[in-house]
């Protein structure tokens, strides 16, 4: 039996306004319409990324049995697709050595992270928060460190933060399973500090595994911590969000961390348009892949 039209309507509102609340929230006061957009991205978001990249891997294992070396994660070589996505957004060339795709699972990563006691952070966590999404994300967001709300679940952004991420990824036309999301650390630093140089530094090379395992088409990367640590950059986020950088390959969108958006809601009409950009990009490259 079909559906009656005018309850698909009264349907369709609804959606329409729950869609407006989020972006209200975010402080978005004028939108494109974004039904046939949506429908591309959500397609391309779980099919499986074309790119491959040959990899020559090299053993340098400074951290420890169980860390992949960062080294063996890059290539040599651009990948093909790369180039013809860059020359949509010029002057984004991407600087070697690139990521290369790696044959781990993100199952194989979390079980080598295991009940990890390789940096300090073990000690006052309650679980190890690994990254959480789909292992096919054309959009990965990072973020620094769990909160309490993901130390207790064991999963990242579940908290208030991660709520409005949930609303920020809504806002750009995807949902939350569309993507993959994770943190620098994996563990709960002891009053919320942030985490030392060298607790990154020991925790990173998990995430770049994941990096080389998905291939993202883009990292957002969410905060100063984050941004400094994945990208070794000096720049505060203040100074270098909204610009497209480059880390070996992968475009990455450097802007505000959720959590500071609770605490300066002015910060969210700046976040919204950097992730317009991402959108945006993400837009170009489905169309681009279509024909
Ligand atoms: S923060 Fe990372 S390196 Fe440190 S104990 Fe947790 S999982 Fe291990």
């Excluded at 729950?18 to 099919?47: D, F, I, M, N």
């Excluded at 809504?170 to 060298?198: F, H, S, W």
């Excluded at 990154?200 to 990367?221: D, G, K, S, T």
Aim: charged letters at 25%; one cysteine or more; glycine letters at 8%.
């Amino acid at each position: 039996m079909g559906t009656n039209p005018k309850d698909e309507i009264l349907a369709l509102l609804g959606e329409s306004a729950e869609h407006a609340r989020y972006l209200g929230e975010l402080g978005v006061e004028t939108v494109a319409l974004t039904t046939e957009r949506t429908a591309v991205a959500a397609t391309a978001a779980l099919s499986p990324l074309a790119n491959d990249t040959s990899s020559e891997r090299k053993g340098n294992p400074p951290l420890g049995r169980q860390l992949a070396p960062e080294s063996a994660l890059f290539a040599r070589e651009p990948p093909a697709q790369l180039a013809s996505q860059d020359s949509l957004f010029t002057g984004l060339a991407p600087a070697k050595p690139l990521f290369a795709r790696s044959t781990e699972t993100l199952e194989n990563i979390w079980s080598d992270i295991g009940d990890c006691t390789r940096c300090g952070l073990c000690e006052g966590r309650t679980q190890v928060v690994n990254t959480h999404g789909n292992p096919k994300a054309r959009l990965m967001f990072v973020g620094e460190a769990p909160g309490a709300d993901e130390d207790a679940q064991g999963k990242p952004f579940v908290g208030r933060a991660g709520q409005l991420l949930t609303r920020m990824i809504e806002a750009m036309g995807m949902k939350r399973e569309d993507v993959i999301i994770g943190n620098v650390n994996r563990c709960r630093p002891p009053g919320n500090r942030q985490p030392t140089l060298e607790e990154a530094a020991i925790c990173r090379p998990f995430l770049f595994r994941e990096i080389a395992a998905v291939q993202p088409e883009i990292i957002v990367v969410m905060g100063n911590t984050a941004l400094r640590n994945l990208l070794e950059v000096r720049e505060g986020i203040t100074r270098v969000r909204g610009q497209f950088q480059d880390f070996r390959g992968i475009k990455v969108m450097p802007t505000f961390h959720p959590a500071y958006l609770l605490r300066d809601p002015s910060k969210k009409r700046e976040t919204w348009e950097d992730l317009k950009k991402v959108r945006d990009y993400l837009d170009s490259t489905a169309r681009s892949a279509s024909q």
